[in-house]
Every structure is written in structure tokens, then in C-alpha cells.
């Protein structure tokens, strides 16, 4: 694992998921690829736990670069909160972040939300331009 990368809470602790009003979020932090993916998934497991409905924020804005080992976990929490009469929503802006999601097929499922608030309330999901600009 790179030495950047990790899930922290809102106090910037390293943690596993955390709730935000009626949401759970996941913050990831770094570089996401198959070494150190396995942390996210504990936690989107983790956030899974427990009954009722489910919805997620995955908020990978501060991840600096991202390959397809993202994409399995998010699927899987996708389903669930589906499953679950919930949701699961990404925030992510970069362009190379966008581009997994095209390559994988999944822009349409994970359009990117500009902020966790944003996510919640589901306002501006959108597929990121090439340049990462809006």
C-alpha cells in the first residue's frame, strides 16, 4: 500500500467508514489499484453491515490515481444498496478517475457527483469531461 493511500473519516483519522446524516460514506485517499484496494473493500463491507435501507457516498476525491480493481467492490455495494431500496453514489472529478468508469462500462451507474453533499441529494452527477474540467 502506498504510503498515501487510505480511508479516513471526516477527522482525518485513519478509519473505515462513517455516517453522514441518513448516508454512510467511504472516503479513500491515494492510489487505488490491486495492492491496496483490498482496504476499501473491508470497507464497503463493513459499511454494509446492519439492516434497513442503504445508501452510500464513495468519495473518491482525493484519490490521485485509480485502476479497474475499483470497480468489482463498487458493484457489489451497488447491488446491495439496490437490493436494499437504497443507493450508492460516487464522488470523483478527475478525468482519469472518469475514464475507469468508461473503460469498465459503468459511467452510466457511477456518474461522478462534485462533493458528498452534492452525492446526497443527488444534484449534478455527471460524466466527467476528458480534462477533468466541468
Do not use: K
Not at 10 to 31: I, K, L, N, Y
Not at 47 to 75: K, M, N, W
Amino acid at each position: 500500500m502506498s504510503p498515501h493511500s487510505d480511508l479516513h473519516e471526516s477527522t482525518g483519522r485513519s478509519a473505515f467508514p462513517v455516517q453522514f446524516d441518513d448516508c454512510r460514506v467511504v472516503r479513500a485517499h491515494g492510489e487505488l489499484d490491486v495492492t491496496t484496494v483490498p482496504r476499501l473493500e473491508r470497507a464497503l463491507r463493513q459499511v454494509r453491515t446492519g439492516p434497513g435501507r442503504l445508501r452510500l457516498i464513495v468519495d473518491l476525491s482525493a484519490v490521485t490515481f485509480a485502476d479497474g480493481s475499483i470497480l468489482e467492490p463498487l458493484c457489489e455495494a451497488w447491488a446491495e444498496s439496490r437490493a436494499r431500496h437504497g443507493w450508492t453514489r460516487v464522488v470523483y472529478t478527475r478525468s482519469a478517475t472518469s475514464l475507469v468508469f468508461r473503460a469498465g462500462g459503468l459511467a452510466d451507474r457511477f456518474p461522478g457527483y462534485a462533493s458528498v453533499q452534492d452525492a446526497r441529494h443527488g444534484a449534478g452527477g455527471h460524466r466527467a469531461r476528458h480534462n477533468g474540467e466541468r
